[in-house]
T-cell receptor, first 114, second 116 residues
Framework: DSGVTQTPKHLITATGQRVTLRCSPR?????VYWYQQSLDQGLQFLIQ???????AKGNILERFSAQQFPDLHSELNLSSLELGDSALYFC?????????????FGEGSWLTVV | AQKITQTQPGMFVQEKEAVTLDCTYD???????LFWYKQPSSGEMIFLIY??????QNATEGRYSLNFQKARKSANLVISASQLGDSAMYFC?????????????FGKGTMLLVSP
């Protein structure tokens, strides 16, 4: 158990809908990351937050948004969903953001868009 | 250019044998970290081992060791005494720079199958 909690574990929704994925980082970790894993794109970094502030942005679509709350949990909002958004979405956390700090992943949220 | 290259899409090994999974990386940053993660069929991403660019010795964690050759920019994962439960996808990843903007860049992964 990595200590990173993601909900829901599985989600099936229709095209055009909006979903929210939730993440609780490991106790004490200030930095949260979101990654998307799909068969064709592999593991793609979406966005990073550190202590409530956005720190880095990767290949995140405009239809997607995220935030980190004062209690450090984070949410990833996916809207106007398309079939191609079906993927495994990971949340990860680390204590600080130096290169030597391990990033621990949650179990992922499987999203299926039908 | 790809930052992380894993050239072996799949590897087969027999139980109790050792196996090496290859990883090469590309960076001009003197400060970086190299990570290996295991992803079983259930999907979770499990941290295995870490090697810092300034570490003098190769990292080891139980049956996992990292063969770090800095001049060659390679960071191969060695699994000793393979077990059936080691069958999974293995990802090499790199985190560059000491600043607050470093995230993980992953390779495409190597699927390891351990046979009895």
């Amino acid at each position: 158990d990595s200590g990173v909690t993601q909900t829901p574990k599985h989600l099936i929704t229709a095209t055009g809908q909006r979903v929210t994925l939730r993440c609780s980082p490991r106790s004490g970790d200030l930095s949260v990351y979101w990654y998307q894993q799909s068969l064709d794109q592999g593991l793609q970094f979406l966005i990073q937050y550190y202590n409530g502030e956005e720190r880095a942005k990767g290949n995140i679509l405009e239809r997607f948004s995220a935030q980190q709350f004062p209690d450090l949990h984070s949410e990833l909002n996916l809207s106007s969903l398309e079939l191609g958004d079906s993927a495994l979405y990971f949340c990860a956390s680390s204590a600080v953001v130096s290169s030597g700090n391990t990033i621990y992943f949650g179990e992922g949220s499987w999203l299926t868009v039908v | 250019a790809q930052k992380i290259t894993q050239t072996q899409p799949g590897m087969f090994v027999q139980e109790k044998e050792a196996v090496t999974l290859d990883c090469t990386y590309d960076t001009s940053d003197p400060s970086y970290g190299l990570f290996w993660y295991k992803q079983p069929s259930s999907g979770e991403m499990i941290f295995l081992i870490y090697q810092g660019s300034y570490d003098q010795q190769n990292a080891t964690e139980g049956r996992y060791s990292l063969n770090f050759q800095k001049a060659r920019k390679s960071a191969n994962l060695v699994i000793s005494a393979s077990q059936l439960g080691d069958s999974a996808m293995y990802f090499c990843a790199m985190r560059e720079g000491p600043s607050g903007y470093s995230t993980l860049t992953f390779g495409k992964g190597t699927m390891l199958l351990v046979s009895p």
